[in-house]
T-cell receptor
Framework: EAGVAQSPRYKIIEKRQSVAFWCNPI?????LYWYQQILGQGPKLLIQ????????DSQLPKDRFSAERLKGVDSTLKIQPAKLEDSAVYLCASSLVPFDSGNSPLHFGNGTRLTVT | AQKVTQAQTEISVVEKEDVTLDCVYE???????LFWYKQPPSGELVFLIR??????QNEISGRYSWNFQKSTSSFNFTITASQVVDSAVYFC????????????FGTGTSLTVIP
């Protein structure tokens, strides 16, 4: 079974520039998550999709971050404009079971390491 | 309030020693799930174990074992006879059935196994 795919692996941009990350979840996984992991901290949920609908985006800084999952499969996360504090690893994860279960483990991609200078 | 607390920030042990990583959680739900993930230097979070709130039976998988105690809201992880390949950051996570599969992660414990 192929895992969660993410690209790019690394990205370096200057503040105020824009950046986009891509995620392809495990085939058949309906739930997709984007997490932000700042160095030395645990992952923090940014947004959760169930198919192509948003389940939770309460911690997404909507003035600069946006995410979409138009066909219920791939997803993109965008930051526009980036700030220095956005430097982090952005992790995509997917899970199999319907969203109100909580029982299915998350399967993570390798992440995209973003450095904002 | 932090739902998952991993008080140990960093631990160093010598190879072949046993080591226990602590995890304390907080929830009002009666149905919830606890997880441990390993994050090696490569960065990917690797799923290790899931435990539901109705199953307090401890589990052993090779050199890994988990001790779930609802009375103390703890879900501790022990590595027996540690190896250098065990060096990683370990995260404990909580998922509550009433909050739609949202996962709450602890801040992680960085384990270094010294050869």
């Amino acid at each position: 079974e192929a895992g969660v795919a993410q690209s790019p692996r690394y990205k370096i941009i200057e503040k105020r520039q824009s950046v986009a990350f891509w995620c392809n979840p495990i085939s058949g996984h309906a739930t997709l998550y984007w997490y932000q992991q700042i160095l030395g901290q645990g992952p923090k949920l940014l947004i959760q999709f169930q198919n192509n609908g948003v389940v939770d985006d309460s911690q997404l800084p909507k003035d600069r971050f946006s995410a979409e999952r138009l066909k219920g499969v791939d997803s993109t996360l965008k930051i526009q404009p980036a700030k220095l504090e956005d430097s982090a690893v952005y992790l995509c994860a997917s899970s199999l079971v319907p969203f109100d279960s909580g029982n299915s483990p998350l399967h993570f991609g390798n992440g995209t390491r973003l450095t904002v200078t | 309030a932090q739902k998952v607390t991993q008080a140990q920030t960093e631990i160093s042990v010598v190879e072949k020693e046993d080591v226990t990583l602590d995890c304390v959680y907080e929830t009002r739900d009666t149905t919830y799930y606890l997880f441990w993930y390993k994050q090696p230097p490569s960065g990917e979070l690797v799923f290790l174990i899931r435990r539901n709130s109705f199953d307090e039976q401890n589990e052993i998988s090779g050199r890994y074992s988990w001790n779930f105690q609802k009375s103390t809201s703890s879900f501790n992880f022990t590595i027996t006879a540690s190896q250098v390949v065990d060096s990683a950051v370990y995260f404990c996570a909580l998922s509550e059935a009433n909050t739609g599969n949202q996962f709450y992660f602890g801040t992680g414990t960085s384990l270094t196994v010294i050869p």
